[in-house]
C-alpha cells in the first residue's frame, strides 16, 4: 500500500518575527502577550438604550469594530502585531529578541498606554456623536512567556497561531477597568532604573494568575 506523504504548506502571518510559517515546522520564541478586552461587552449586547442610534446587536458592532481598528494602528505604531480579534478585543504580540535588553516592554507599554488614553478618547467621541452610545472601558493584559508559533487547522483553512502561558495570563488579566495588569513573569522581566516613570503599584490575583497594577509615577 503506497503512502503520501502530507505537502508542507506556508502561510503568511502577522506574529512578529514570522512573516511566513510552515507546516510541521513550529518554532518557539520568547514573547509579551497584550490583550485588550471591551468591557462589559455582552451587557451591551442585551441592553438597550432608548436615546441610542442604534440597535443592542449593532451597538456592539459599531464598538468593536471602532476599538479594533484604533487598536490595530497603535499595535503597528509600537512593532508588534495583532494577530487575533476576539469579538470583544484583540490579541497582539511583541516578539522579545533580548531578555537582557527587552526594549518589547517599552512597546508593549507604550502601546497599551496609547490605547487606554488616546485611541479610548477617540473611539468614544465617534460612537457617542455618531450613535449616542455611553462611554467604552477596556482592560488591558500584559503577559510573558515562551510561546510556540505554529500552524493549526486543516486544508484550505489554516491559521497562524502562537500558543503559550502569556496568551492565557493576560486573557486573565484583561479584567480591569481602564487600566493595565501584567503577570509576575513581566514585572521581572521590566528594566528597572532610579529614574523609572511606572510602578507596580498593587498585587491581585485575576482567577488563578497573579498581576499586578501598572502605573504611571506622579
Known sequence: MRTFAAEAVTVPTKIPGYP????GKPEVANFI??????????????????????????????????????????????????????GDGFLALF????????????????????CINSALDVVNEIISER????????????????????????????HPKA?????????KLSGGYNEINVDLKLKNLWPTSKDGKIRFNLYRKFYDVD???LEKKD
Request: aromatic content about 8%; overall charge negative.
Open 33 to 86: 502577550a497584550f490583550i485588550l478586552d471591551i468591557r462589559k461587552s455582552t451587557d451591551h449586547l442585551l441592553t438597550a438604550i432608548s436615546s441610542a442610534k442604534a440597535s443592542q446587536l449593532e451597538r456592539v458592532l459599531y464598538e468593536t469594530t471602532a476599538i479594533n481598528t484604533a487598536g490595530a494602528l497603535v499595535i503597528g505604531n509600537y512593532n508588534g502585531g495583532l494577530t487575533e480579534y476576539l
Open 20 to 23: 511566513f510559517i510552515s507546516s
Open 163 to 171: 500558543i503559550g502561558e502569556c496568551v492565557y495570563r493576560a486573557s
Open 211 to 213: 498581576g499586578y497594577l
Open 131 to 158: 450613535y449616542s452610545l455611553p462611554k467604552l472601558a477596556i482592560g488591558i493584559g500584559l503577559a510573558y512567556s515562551k510561546a510556540i508559533v505554529t500552524i493549526v487547522g486543516i486544508e484550505n483553512n489554516l
Open 95 to 114: 516578539k522579545v529578541e533580548d531578555e537582557k535588553s527587552p526594549s518589547e516592554v517599552y512597546d508593549a507599554h507604550n502601546a497599551a498606554q496609547d
